[in-house]
């Protein structure tokens, strides 16, 4: 079975502080994708990066960083000199890749809530 | 606007009725999901569709619920006889059918059911 887990439930930082949210998977498939989302308070999930299973290489975009490590089955998001915008609950995710039907469904942990405070 | 269209936004309903939500997916898009997402948690797989085949269903997808995607283009989610239990946010996503692209999400149907 698959599992997501987010061990932070909730962040405070004040703006410009760095932020790491962390995010531990299991899975016993050997090909799978990783995804970071985030939900504003709007509530719509935005997409923020997927990495596949073969792909260790650290990715930055901005300000955002993510740290994937196949070793210790973990997928850490790093925000660096954080702002109010910023503020909403992360979700990391896990794709079940189903060839006999094509499906791609996510697993998702349980989210982190960030809060940036000016 | 070309995102993952779902209507209504919100529903409040008294228990033991029925409701209906809709979903649009991004028009080229052949994968459809339904999701829920209760207060605290991430968001929950219920079920599948590749065109208008429904291909999956999850355990939570108890037989008070019914999803359609008729023509393969929009899809529904019915529950029946609803419970305070169903009361959650009901997310959408469509993708593509080639490849591993990630899944685009509409901005949900919350359900309050009293």
């Known amino acids: 079975a698959q599992k997501v887990t987010q061990a932070q439930t909730e962040i405070s930082v004040v703006e410009k502080e760095d932020v790491t949210l962390d995010c531990v998977y299991e899975?016993?498939?050997?090909?799978?994708?990783l995804f970071w989302y985030k939900q504003p308070p709007s509530g719509e999930l935005v997409f923020l990066i997927r990495r596949n299973s073969f792909d260790e290489q650290n990715e930055i975009s901005g300000r955002y960083s993510w740290n994937f490590q196949k070793s210790t089955s973990s997928f850490n998001f790093t925000i660096t000199a954080s702002q109010v915008v910023d503020s909403a609950v992360y979700f990391c995710a896990l794709s079940d890749v189903r060839g006999d039907t094509g499906r791609r469904a996510l697993t998702f942990g349980s989210g982190t809530r960030l809060q940036v405070q000016p | 606007d070309t995102g993952v269209s779902q209507d209504p936004r919100h529903k409040i309903t008294k228990r033991g009725q029925n409701v209906t939500f809709r979903c649009d997916p991004i028009s080229e898009h052949n994968r459809l999901y339904w999701y829920r997402q209760t207060l605290g948690q991430g968001p929950e797989f219920l079920t599948y569709?590749?065109?208008?085949?429904?291909?999956?269903k999850s355990r939570l997808l108890s037989d008070r619920f019914s999803a359609e995607r008729p023509k393969g283009s929009f899809s529904t989610l019915e529950i029946q006889r609803t419970e305070q239990g169903d009361s959650a946010m009901y997310l959408c996503a469509s993708s593509p059918s080639r490849g591993n692209t990630e899944a685009f999400f509409g901005q949900g149907t919350r359900l309050t059911v009293v």
């Open positions: 569709f590749q065109n208008e085949a429904q291909l999956e």
């Open positions: 899975t016993r498939d050997t090909t799978y994708y």
